[in-house]
């Protein structure tokens, strides 16, 4: 089951604090109807009231879902300025409470998962979409930069990723980060064929070997490893 608590939060615009009921863990088996709401974007949703700005809860808080095998921990999407700061964090979380202090029939259930760390609810939507579609993340994280490439120059920035927004068995549609100085936050919505997603994956041994590796090397599985990576001062 989901699980909710009483945190105060700061509103982003206004700065006014304010004490909110929030989750800290979701289960994606039963939460049918939080899903949706993440799907949706309207997923704790909030609005400030002293300014009246609407803003969003996005963290942290951990997604579990037994039946898909995913652990997901959910970062505020600040933190991903210093993702390499927390992406270790689910991993040991997952160590606890899945492997050293549980009983052996949830040890049983361990194998298979896959731990991830992500900053902010569109990046959990994102994850949520792919695994819906049959999707792995590593691979559509690689696939993405073919996909710039293609549509021509862009910044080698966190700010210019691709993000997937929905996915079937013959197309994925992505929005796709293209600024202007009169229009700073447009996006170009990008409609390819599956196929170009599936190439990537009958690659992963071969040409995109590289590439794949690069972007999943630990539970933060994003170009954000690419286009933000780890300072050396902060690698142990």
């Keep these: 089951m989901s699980v909710h608590e009483d945190r105060v939060l700061t509103c982003p615009h206004c700065g ?15 939460g049918a109807e939080e899903r949706q709401a993440i799907l ?3 997923f704790q949703r909030l609005t400030c009231a ?23 921990s959910v970062f505020p999407t ?26 052996p029939l949830v040890r049983s259930w361990a194998p298979g998962f896959a731990v991830r760390a992500v900053f ?24 993405k930069l073919d996909l710039l490439r293609g549509l021509g120059p862009y910044d080698l920035a966190p700010s210019a990723r691709p993000r997937l927004r929905e996915a079937g068995a013959a197309d994925a549609v992505f929005h796709v980060p293209r600024p202007e100085p009169d229009a700073p936050d447009r996006c170009a919505i990008v409609r390819i064929a599956r196929a170009e997603i599936d190439h990537v994956a009958a690659g992963r041994d071969g040409a995109w070997a590289a590439t794949l590796a690069a972007v999943s090397a ?3 599985v994003d170009l ?8 050396s001062s902060a690698v142990a």
């Design 120 to 143: 902010g609810l569109e990046r959990l939507r994102e994850k949520l979409v792919a695994h819906a579609a049959g999707i792995d993340d590593r691979v559509l994280e690689a696939y």
């Design 78 to 103: 600040p933190w991903e300025a210093a993702w390499w700061e927390h992406e270790d964090e689910p991993q040991a979380v997952f160590q606890r409470y899945m492997l050293d202090h549980c009983p």
């Design 218 to 220: 630990g539970p933060y």
């Design 224 to 231: 954000g490893r690419i286009f933000a990576p780890r300072p």
């Design 16 to 30: 006014q604090p304010s004490t909110q009921s929030v989750a800290v863990s979701l289960d994606g088996e039963r």
């Design 50 to 72: 002293a300014c009246g700005t609407a803003f969003r809860a996005d963290g942290p808080l951990i997604y579990l879902d037994f039946d898909a095998k995913r652990w997901i």
């Design 40 to 42: 949706d974007g309207t």
